[in-house]
């Protein structure tokens, strides 16, 4: 063993052997722990660092010649016991991971063991020493997509292919969404945002259900091996191929044109609050790692939920993070990031919001991140809310008041029609503040985080009983509508009131400035039983059934057809906000209107419909959109454009077949006027005249 180096972190492969390098500021002591094997319950070699040798300011290194890829190894720290003084939690008795570990093993974990203070060598976690370079890569790289041409499609690894329905060789793996790949690209969308794939622990069951069942950490939001893609979704967890598995996938994705976005969860980790488990950052700098009271640090602030809340702004830590983040681009390939709760990473040392936070600024600066996408959720559990207000200038931002805005025009408020066309034009009011654009708001209407798009139509209220927490868990107001009937119905007219819902919101979605993003399964009225926050249901509840795929055609055609739509109109996807421009044709880039022209009723409180007309540019034809949310079918007046006729391409009151119309079978309309079902979204095209009385 020899002094090593402090740079790079984790666990690096030479020609000689393996350089080792940890972050511990307070430590007195550190071992390497080197195993034999996975199932080794002891040590087969511990090596005591030296503090003069192998300890340079921050760091504790070391290099061990003859060691190779598939090294098992884990640390033991010892330091100051002063938790109600400095917050340090060191515990020579436990061992503990690498935080930078590109592979860790859970064979023998037991996560009880892990809390109080005895020896839990024999029931711990270990990491993996990884060489990164063996690899094939093809030719590969990030596809580095424009934000305004992105549709994303956000799912669970695990449970797009752990029904049986599936019908795939490994369900529930990263290897499994291969086999999903010539579906995603049929439906059109350009890029995947993977719900939580770092290691985190699906073993910790959170609750006993109602039935007996115990409950696990299905969703995955619970890191503890952020550098280390999730070993149950690899086609062998024992055999430790997760990253080989990880690799595979986003190549074959980016072969098919589609992106990979990963949510990513550093605002807490898995070790949860002073009564969790040590697992690694609690035993190694407790103090730098997590926000923790200034009257007794032995206790954790927590602003996410969880238990604790990162200190993301610490030096060390903001170095941690975009390491990490440059290590999935540059050694896996990854296309974006979505940070959960990301309004978190803007607080300070005592918790509170920092005006310009170095980890948010150090992210969106970073060259090696440049051309990535980053994603934010702007909010977070303890009450920081900051959508159109997020640090930088690059980021996107999960747009909730879309989401709620949207929700309830569909199901009929009245008095919206101004505050929908802000949010269709791009949430000017939320972003041209900070001199952003359209593009920095991810527009949705469901998430994995609530209702499916079925249930939001299904179900007046939520439906939580089986989570174990008496119905008390997920949101309460969920904007939702069931359409006469709470949950599944055999009624032909309720049914197909439902479908029509869903393909108005779908339409809206589509037809609105900024970045879509659909919930997987939405397409074919994928549902959670009116759940609404299924985060331990690793079963039928949140898993997609794909006999459902096969029956529920009409909404998967809807669906594939207005991605088509919005990917054949560029005036759809437009990455600036409306202006007063006009086109060749003298048409304004918009021009909003009710049923009658020009008078969209911004201040009418009982406005239930919105009709406007988009200008198109260089060679797009003009479009107009009609929004009827009211209940009876009403009559709109269209607007002239000389030389041209309106014909019909979207109507959602129609069925199968008839609801969109591909190009050159759009039907003409004859006169000024069109009359729109209640509740119903109509598009228009206008097309050179050849003879029709509208023109």
């Avoid at 437009?574 to 020009?598: C, D, I, Y």
């Avoid at 079978?665 to 050849?690: C, K, M, Q, T, Y």
Wanted: some cysteine; aromatic content about 10%; overall charge negative.
């Amino acid at each position: 063993m020899t002094a090593g180096h402090p740079q790079p972190l984790g666990a690096t492969v030479d020609e000689a052997g393996v350089n080792f390098s940890v972050f511990s500021e307070r430590a007195t002591r550190v071992d390497l722990l080197l195993f034999d094997g996975f199932s080794a319950p002891q040590p087969a070699r511990v090596i005591t660092l030296d503090r003069e040798r192998n300890h340079s300011y921050h760091f504790w290194h070391c290099h061990v010649a003859g060691l190779k890829e598939g090294q098992v190894y884990a640390y033991r720290m010892d330091g100051p016991q002063q938790t109600k003084e400095t917050g340090t939690r060191f515990n020579h008795r436990k061992v503990l991971l690498d935080p930078y570990s590109r592979s860790n093993i859970n064979t023998l974990w037991d996560r009880s063991r892990a809390v109080g203070h005895e020896d839990n060598c024999a029931y711990a976690m270990r990491s993996m020493v990884v060489d990164l370079d063996c690899y094939d890569w093809e030719g590969d790289e990030p596809l580095r997509r424009p934000m305004a041409d992105t549709v994303i499609y956000e799912m669970h690894v695990g449970g797009l292919t752990a029904s049986p329905t599936a019908r795939v060789t490994h369900p529930g793996t990263f290897t499994a969404v291969i086999e999903k790949i010539p579906y995603l690209k049929e439906l059109g969308v350009t890029a995947v945002e993977l719900l939580p794939v770092f290691d985190f622990d699906e073993r910790q069951v959170l609750r006993i259900g109602p039935n007996g069942t115990p409950l696990p950490n299905y969703w995955g939001y619970d890191s503890f091996g952020f550098f280390a893609p999730h070993s149950a979704y690899s086609s062998d967890p024992c055999g430790c191929v997760h990253i080989e598995d990880f690799r595979n996938m986003v190549k074959a994705l980016h072969k098919a044109g589609i992106e990979v976005i990963l949510d990513v969860v550093f605002n807490h980790t898995s070790e949860g609050n002073e009564h969790g488990p040590m697992i690694s950052f609690r035993g190694q700098a407790n103090e730098v790692y997590y926000h923790l009271w200034s009257q007794d640090r032995r206790h954790y602030m927590d602003f996410t939920g969880c238990g604790n809340a990162i200190n993301a702004n610490h030096p060390a830590v903001a170095k941690f993070i975009i390491e990490c983040l440059e290590y999935w681009v540059t050694e896996h390939h990854v296309d974006g990031f979505r940070f959960d709760l990301a309004s978190e990473l803007s607080r300070g040392a005592e918790g509170y919001e920092m005006e310009t936070p170095p980890v948010l600024w150090g992210i969106e600066l970073s060259g090696v991140l440049s051309e990535t996408k980053i994603i934010a959720e702007p909010w977070d559990g303890g009450g920081l809310y900051q959508v159109g207000r997020f640090p930088g200038k690059r980021w996107a931002q999960w747009n909730g008041p879309f989401r709620d805005d949207i929700r309830r025009f569909v199901r009929g408020d009245a008095g919206l029609v101004g505050t929908v066309a802000t949010r269709i034009g791009g949430s000017r009011d939320l972003f041209s503040r900070q001199g952003e654009l359209p593009t920095n708001s991810v527009n949705f209407i469901t998430c994995h985080d609530g209702f499916t798009l079925n249930d939001l139509v299904s179900y007046n209220g939520k439906h939580n009983h089986a989570n174990g927490e008496a119905n008390a868990d997920g949101s309460h107001e969920n904007f939702s509508w069931n359409c006469g009937v709470e949950g599944a119905s055999d009624a032909e007219e309720i049914e197909r009131l439902r479908v029509r819902q869903i393909k108005n919101l779908t339409a809206i979605l589509m037809l609105s400035r900024g970045v879509p993003m659909i919930l997987a399964g939405d397409e074919f009225r994928n549902s959670q039983g009116g759940n609404n926050n299924a985060y331990c249901q690793d079963n039928e509840i949140s898993w997609l059934d794909w006999e459902q795929a096969e029956k529920e055609t009409e909404v998967q055609d809807f669906f594939r057809s207005m991605i088509a739509l919005r990917k054949r109109y560029a005036t759809l996807r437009q990455p600036h906000f409306f202006s007063g421009r006009q086109n060749e044709r003298e048409v304004a880039e918009v021009g909003w209107h009710g049923t009658k022209l020009n008078q969209p009723g911004w201040e009418d409180t009982d406005a239930r419909v919105l009709s406007f007309t988009l200008g198109g540019f260089d060679g797009d034809p003009d479009l107009h959109v009609i929004l009827n949310m009211y209940h009876l079918g009403l009559d709109f007046e269209l607007p002239h454009i000389a030389g041209h006729q309106w014909h019909r391409t979207v109507d959602t009151a129609r069925g199968a077949g008839a609801d969109v119309l591909s190009p050159g079978a759009e039907e003409a309309i004859e006169g000024h006027l069109f009359h729109a079902h209640g509740r119903s979204v109509v598009v228009l095209v206008a097309l050179p005249d050849n003879g029709g009385t509208n023109r």
